[in-house]
């Protein structure tokens, strides 16, 4: 589909004029020239919303100050900080790019795109949030905002999570980009996807753009942008076991790929579908236990992540004299450390429910 140049021109001006005019969205990291900590904003950003990342990022930037204080800490305190933003691997890599470059670049950000886009974790979006806010490079930032209002001003019903969409949608983007100040640029159509073009009840009526846009003339805005996917959620059945031995609880710190990589939890038996007290006494990993106490249940939670649903029941069960060999995998720590430890949403709002923190 071939769009109208006077089309795109109304776009890129309307956008820039709206942005110095009314955009009154106000964010700390906003106008901010520090690499590291546009990068920080941009990571605590990707999949989670601004007002929910707000409070993390003010306490990254006051525990570590500076890209070299962060590759300095320890994983846990990070770990720490991090708890509740979900996405463990953001974390993982954060930390793994904040000492490389301490160690490697000698603690000075990359100034290229090409730089910024080769650290870990940083794809297109993030790399080009980085490149334009920080140093004034012409590239053009592409998310789920800038989708939205592309694909309604524009009209353009092309899936933008399909190869073909996502090409078009770029392009588009690199277009319309305003390269004398490309940082005002995707401020501006990153604030207006937030505040104005909203996924739901945008407002029309005081957007910008509102003359010249298609879905608006069309009556065509609760069908754009299209998606091709429908999103598979997986759900997933948690039995979490909270072990007792006087005043310690054995806790476990996850590996592998899975989800909270990194974090710690109560004992898990994972099953494929809902199990009552008498069933999981049946299954394997409870009876490597070893242990003739029955379990209470204390109560049930869930937690929503984007493909997955973790449906969590948690039992109590006292041990009396643990038998080392069967809980090597973890270690037994005083309730009153608990708070030292990183645990997934899901367990830090039981031990607080259940005054372990
Ligand atoms: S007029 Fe409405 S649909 Fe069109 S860009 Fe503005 S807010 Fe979005």
Redesign the pocket.
């Known amino acids: 589909m071939e769009t109208p140049n006077a089309q795109k021109r109304f776009f890129t001006k309307q956008l820039i004029n709206w942005h110095h005019t009314d955009n009154n969205r106000q964010l700390p990291w906003k106008s901010e020239k520090d690499p590291y900590k546009i990068w920080l904003s941009e990571i605590i950003l990707q999949q989670t919303r601004a007002q929910q990342g707000l409070p993390y990022y003010l306490n990254f930037t006051k525990a570590y100050p500076t890209i070299r204080k962060m590759a300095a800490a320890n994983d846990e305190d990070v770990y720490r900080i991090w708890q509740g933003l979900g996405y463990y691997n953001r974390c993982r890599n954060m930390l793994a790019t904040a000492r490389y470059i301490s160690n490697e670049l000698n603690g000075k950000f990359p100034d290229t795109h090409e730089g910024i886009i080769a650290l870990k974790g940083i794809g297109p979006y993030t790399a080009a949030a980085i490149a334009s806010f920080a140093y004034g490079l012409p590239h053009a930032v592409v998310d789920g905002n800038v989708y939205r209002?592309l694909a309604?001003?524009f009209g353009i019903d092309t899936p933008s999570d399909g190869t073909a969409g996502k090409k078009l949608f770029h392009s588009l983007a690199q277009e319309l980009l305003y390269k004398e100040d490309s940082a005002a640029y995707n401020q501006a159509i990153m604030d207006l996807g937030a505040t104005?073009?909203t996924p739901q009840k945008?407002?029309?009526d005081s957007?910008p753009?509102?003359k010249q846009?298609i879905?608006?003339k069309q009556d065509m805005?609760a069908l754009l942008p299209v998606r091709a996917k429908k999103l598979k959620v997986k759900d997933r059945h948690f039995n979490y076991l909270l072990l007792t031995n006087e005043d310690r609880i054995w806790v476990h710190k996850r590996e592998g790929k899975d989800i909270w990589h990194n974090l710690h939890e109560l004992y898990l038996i994972e099953t494929d579908k809902p199990v009552g007290i008498v069933e999981l006494q049946k299954i394997a990993a409870y009876k490597a236990l070893a242990i003739n106490g029955k379990p209470t249940l204390i109560e049930g939670m869930k937690q929503q992540l984007t493909h997955q649903t973790i449906h969590s029941k948690f039992y109590s069960l006292a041990i009396g004299k643990p038998d080392a060999a069967v809980f090597e995998d973890g270690k037994w720590v005083y309730i009153k450390d608990l708070k030292k430890l990183a645990f997934p949403k899901t367990i830090v709002s039981f031990l607080e429910k259940n005054f372990y923190f």
Do not use: E
Request: aromatic fraction near 14%.
């Open positions: 209002v309604r001003f104005v073009c945008p407002l029309c957007c753009l509102q846009c879905a608006y805005i």
